[in-house]
């Protein structure tokens, strides 16, 4: 049988290893990972001469299509592409009615996650979904376990905004997913601490960005933190921690982590986090407007020894495609929350991280494709092995650009890194053997991207490289 295609010559980056090798790909999947004068031939070739040839980006906290997002599965998968993301999880919403919702009438969580599924046609790469649960209907807990069967083994509540869970239910929540090994993903700040400060502020005439930072302070998340993570330590239920900004909470997660173990414990953060600091309040104005908000430079350095320590599994972007128009309201403090990030997560977190940092390309590789991969239960993503899915990066670590906006393929209009200069880059992305991007380019039709069934993970013990 021939190959489909090789790609040689490359420097091979897993989560455990840097070797040079070849790769040969056959029905969608690597075959072969050694010497391509052994393999039979392909009908095309790849080559990596001076380049790095990783697992794609698996993005475990992209918004797609709904109240924080207008991008659509092709235009945000086609930014995740470009940026060497080969599979994305979104969110299927149980819809609530709300000033901030897009829906007219409540409905349930399997209508949601049925409803996102049918606006995914168009995706370039893979895509998975978490079950997100906006009421304290305890009628969710029949949809649980259907949504597990159905592959969708994750679960988003916030504990602010006005689809908020109170820690009351969403104890309940982790007491079901317990017995059924799903997992929740919290958005985890401090309601009554946020939305008191806002009042305070906006009462007080605060009328600028810079003030932000200071309506959602860092122990704000560190008391949710400290509180979910409580929680999910009783009923020995998986808890990962969404977008960790702050040394505060990060020692609340450490602290719950170090008692009931990396089985039940996990966290992850955002490469504006560790890229960014609160000085973009002043750059940038509303348009980093993120919750939590970007932190002072010294939580940057808090987030890189937490990754190196392994409290931080995970570097996700929380993608919400915004444009300029969405972000200009009358009051600043009325704007939407979060920034569009897909097509830039990798570049820059290896700006930042390998260069900048000194971390390694296996820890590179282990934040953003392996440890996702592993935590929300995708066996055949997030390594380069034989039997995988032939999710690939071929990556030119010396090449050097500057970041514009005006290359973005997501709606958004702007970037919270316009002008940066980063080295490194992304040349082609596979996605399942089929290329989707070639030399920077898109050149696959929409539609190739998948649905990805989920299982329920195993959160064993990992073991962490630097
Ligand atoms: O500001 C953010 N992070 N927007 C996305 C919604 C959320 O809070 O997760
Ligand atoms: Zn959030």
Redesign the pocket.
């Known amino acids: 049988m021939g190959l489909d295609t090789i790609i040689r010559d490359g420097t091979v980056v897993n989560a455990d290893a840097t070797w040079e090798a070849d790769i040969g790909i056959a029905d969608e999947q690597v075959v072969a990972v050694g010497d391509a004068t052994r393999f039979p031939d392909a009908d095309k070739v790849i080559d990596a001469t001076d380049r790095i040839v990783m697992p794609g980006v698996v993005d475990p906290?992209v918004?797609v299509a709904d109240m924080?997002s207008g991008d659509t599965y092709r235009t945000a998968t086609a930014a995740a592409a470009l940026g060497g993301v080969t599979t994305i999880i979104d969110f299927g919403w149980q819809a609530w009615t709300g000033e901030m919702s897009p829906y007219d009438r409540p409905a349930s969580l399997i209508e949601g996650i049925e409803r996102k599924q049918e606006k995914a046609d168009e995706a370039f790469v893979d895509f998975s979904l978490h079950g997100g649960i906006t009421r304290e209907d305890p009628a969710v807990f029949d949809d649980l376990k259907m949504a597990i069967e159905s592959g969708v083994t994750s679960f988003k509540m916030?504990t602010?905004?006005e689809m908020g869970l109170s820690y009351g239910f969403i104890d309940r929540v982790l007491e079901q997913l317990a017995d059924i090994g799903g997992v929740a993903v919290v958005?985890t700040e401090d309601p009554t601490i946020c939305d008191t400060r806002t009042d305070m502020l906006r009462a007080a005439g605060r009328g600028d960005p810079t003030d932000y930072p200071d309506s959602r302070p860092d122990y704000a998340e560190a008391v949710s933190a400290a509180t979910v993570g409580r929680l999910a330590a009783e009923h020995g239920a998986k808890y990962y921690g969404?977008?960790t900004t702050s040394r505060k909470a990060l020692a609340e997660l450490e602290r719950v982590r170090s008692e009931a173990g990396p089985e039940t414990i996990r966290a992850e953060t955002c490469t504006h986090y560790t890229a960014l600091d609160e000085s973009v309040y002043e750059e940038q104005g509303n348009l980093a407007?993120?919750?939590?908000p970007i932190r002072p430079s010294a939580d940057q350095d808090a987030l890189f020894e937490h990754l190196r320590r392994g409290t931080l599994d995970v570097v996700s972007s929380?993608h919400?495609g915004y444009t300029r128009a969405d972000k200009d309201v009358d009051d600043w403090w009325d704007s939407a929350?979060?920034?569009n990030g897909l097509q830039t997560e990798l570049p820059v977190f290896h700006d930042e991280a390998v260069h900048g940092r000194g971390f390694s390309y296996p820890a590179l590789v282990r934040v953003k494709s392996a440890l996702p991969a592993k935590l929300f239960g995708l066996p055949r993503k997030g390594a380069i092995a034989p039997g995988a899915d032939a999710d690939i990066v071929v990556f030119d670590p010396n090449t050097t650009y500057e970041i514009d906006a005006a290359d973005n393929a997501s709606i958004s209009d702007f970037t919270l890194y316009q002008g940066r200069e980063v080295t490194g880059g992304v040349e082609t992305t596979l996605v399942r053997g089929e290329p989707v991007v070639e030399d920077g380019e898109l050149v696959a039709s929409p539609g190739h991207g998948e649905f990805v069934s989920r299982e329920p993970p195993e959160w064993t013990p990992d073991t962490v490289l630097q």
């Open positions: 906290h918004h924080f916030y602010t905004y958005h969404f977008h407007m993120i919750a939590p929380d919400c929350f979060g920034a």
